[in-house]
Nanobody, 120 residues
Framework: QVQLVESGGGLVQAGESLRLSCVAS????????MGWYRQAPGKQRELVAVAPSNGRTDYADSVKGRFTISRDNTKNAVYLQMNSLKSEDTAVYYC??????????????WGQGTQVTVSS
């Protein structure tokens, strides 16, 4: 089994910062991309940032210059540093990992989500 566990969400004021963490564990052989998505009430889940295994990163236009994604491959972890938060960043944030299990199964796995609320 594979598990992704997120942490770091919370309630902050506009302009403040938060750092989300996600650790993948279980029967993992290798991890390709890791990323963060978010879903606000009444909206579809959207990509926030992604970090493929090649070291590149990509961001949604709405968070460029404010959010930074990073990985620690020794810990199977991905982080999202969120600065200058805005009320429109309020959402449930989900960690995602594209990986291969020790049984050779390739799949996309999700965390349970962590709530980020930004008050204006």
């Amino acid at each position: 089994q594979v598990q992704l566990v997120e942490s770091g969400g919370g309630l902050v004021q506009a302009g403040e910062s938060l750092r989300l963490s996600c650790v993948a564990s279980g029967t993992i052989f290798s991890i390709n991309a890791m990323g963060w998505y978010r879903q606000a009430p009444g909206k579809q889940r959207e990509l926030v940032a992604v970090a493929p295994s090649n070291g590149r990163t990509d961001y949604a236009d709405s968070v460029k210059g404010r959010f930074t994604i990073s990985r620690d491959n020794t810990k199977n972890a991905v982080y999202l540093q969120m600065n200058s938060l805005k009320s429109e960043d309020t959402a449930v944030y989900y960690c995602n990992a594209g990986l291969i299990t020790t049984r050779g199964v390739m799949g996309s796995y999700w965390g349970q989500g962590t709530q980020v609320t930004v008050s204006s």
